[in-house]
């Protein structure tokens, strides 16, 4: 036995010696040309080591070399896809006769990593095989066929997998297609990986800076060989930088596909600045797109993802909700719901036009002469619609709000259904309430082919129209209890084109109310009182009923009725929707006494009021009674009151 031990010790002592001595005695070089011909031979690209180099066996395997380099394919951008202008290795080389993989340092210094797409679409970091042997060439022994390896496994030597000391100093990192141009570049990449044990947990922490702004990476996995074997384990990553910040705190599996289950936490001071730092401006109008915080559940299974329990804040907007998400097709599809407390668009909207047209000879008093044309650049925009967005995901989400501004328009409690299929977007308003009324609509928004094409459907009753034309159009002559209904298609590439090609019909029923700023009733009944200084400047009526049609922008009313307690009117005439203006005619029904036809013309916002002598209703010589009443009185008011008659007489 003695003999035995004696001769053991032996054999270790020499194998020790021959550990340090035998890297002394072979050639280092040659240790760099086997490396260099088994990188060749696997990956199909020359290793180049220029430095010095390395090599020892005891107490641990480790390999030291300077100034590497691995080539890239040929037709690349860089010549070469990885240098280090250092890289230091140890593995523990007694662990490694029982399977296990300790390492116990690997230091990168200064790694610049070129990771590049050629114009066929193929990646560098897709390796291929050494080419076989020319044509005549004997050819290697092929070995008998074997039964497939079974799959790796935490009982292989990864089970025994420690990382000691693993860090990556002064990195970088750079992408580059060559198919579209797309760039970028991490700079002052560090790195450093600790674990111990696939039991233990597995922490990595670093940092780099993309575009001047440095982030900070953290990762803590709590049981590798769970995650390793497709089991879950406990994981946290964090990401926190000026631009964004992230965090996630819940399970992660790595099987097939990788599956993560938590809580996560994004938050973004301003997304015009996320964007314009990414590379990727915003092209969005408006003034919107600012502080961002997302947190919810979320789990994630490959190209799928859900998002519960969600709140979400984005400017001035609050909302809960969920949204499930996948990747798998040609296009992202997107589903969920969403409540939102108030939803104002004005802050995602282009500055409003001044819709404002060249201003009239006459003002909105009675007696006002014919109004300027329109200026063709004011009102509708001009600015193309994009409506590329529409095309870039199918989406099928249902919106709730407590509150909607849209410019001055302010909606109350609404239900959308938003519908987004291959660039055709509907929504579905089931529930409306506007200005104390309520309603039910439909938009079509069809961005599928060359043109823009919008359809709209909508019928509201009971809606206050004083509070609405105000906000919609400036307006607030009309009050009334309104009820109406519309449908209405276009197309355009602008908003200007849109509504000079609309086309529909609709019909309106208002009731109990009144036109401020002039006084039909009084206009109708008598000449020359009609247009006393002093007159009133209000129309009651009880009911106000028409129905219309809308051809290439131009809306037209052959039916309109005017129940006053007064005196009954029809009316008729059109609305140039492009252009803004109106241009209509009021007929009085009185028995037995004169009347005059009233004229509305010009723009919608500055409308002139003129007596229709051609139409007179009744008899002249009550007219010509009434007139000269009307004259005595007028003249009383001095020149400017007869001034104001002949205007009015004349129509100018």
Known sequence: MKKLLIGIAVIVVLVIAAAIIVPFLIPVDTYKRELVAAVKQSTGRDLKINGKTSFSLFPNLAVEADDVALSNPPGAANPNMATFSALQMQLKLLPLLSRRVELDKLVLVNPVIALEVAKDGKPNWQFAAAAPPAAGAPAAPQPAPQAAAPPASSSGMLSGLSLADVRLENGKVSYLDQRSGQSLSLDQITMKVSLPNLDSPLTADGSAVYRGEKLALSVNLANPRAFLGGKSSAAKLGLQ????????????????PPKLDGAVDLNIPSLRNLAQWAGTPLQAPGTGFGPLAISGKASVAGPKITFTDAKLSLD???????????????????????????????????????????ASSGGGAP?????APAAKSAGWSDQPIDVAPLKSADVDFALSCNSLVYRKIQVGRSALGLHLVNGRLEADLTQLQLYQGTGKGKVVLDGSGAVPGIEADFDLSRVQMEPLLKAAAGS????????????????????????????????????????????????????GSAFQAGASDE???????????????????????????????TGAGTVDLPRRTVDYKLT?????????????KGPWDDLSYQPDLAGIVGNPAQLLKGGAQGIGNTLQGGPAGAQQLLKGLLGK
């Open 241 to 256: 930088s000026t631009p964004i910040a992230f965090s996630f705190n819940g399970t992660a599996a790595g099987s097939t």
């Open 316 to 358: 001035q907007i609050n909302a809960t909700g969920e949204v499930a998400l996948d990747s798998a097709g040609a296009r992202p599809s997107v589903k969920g719901t969403l409540a939102v407390d108030k939803l104002d668009l004005n802050p995602y909207l282009p500055p409003e036009t001044s819709g404002k047209p060249a």
């Open 367 to 371: 007696g006002g002469g014919p109004a």
């Open 476 to 527: 607030d002559r009309l009050i009334a209890d309104g009820a109406f209904t519309i449908a209405v298609t276009g197309h355009g590439k602008s908003e200007r084109d849109i509504v000079g090609t609309l086309d529909g019909k609709g019909n309106f029923n208002l009731a109990n109310g009144k036109i401020k700023g002039v006084n039909l009733v009084a206009m109708v009944k008598n000449i």
């Open 539 to 569: 129309t009651d009526f009880g009911s106000l009923t028409g129905t219309y049609t809308i051809q290439n922008g131009i809306l037209r009313n052959n039916d309109l009725q005017l129940k006053s307690g007064e005196v009954p009117m």
């Open 588 to 600: 009085p029904r009185l028995a037995g006494a004169v009347a005059v036809p009233v004229i509305v």
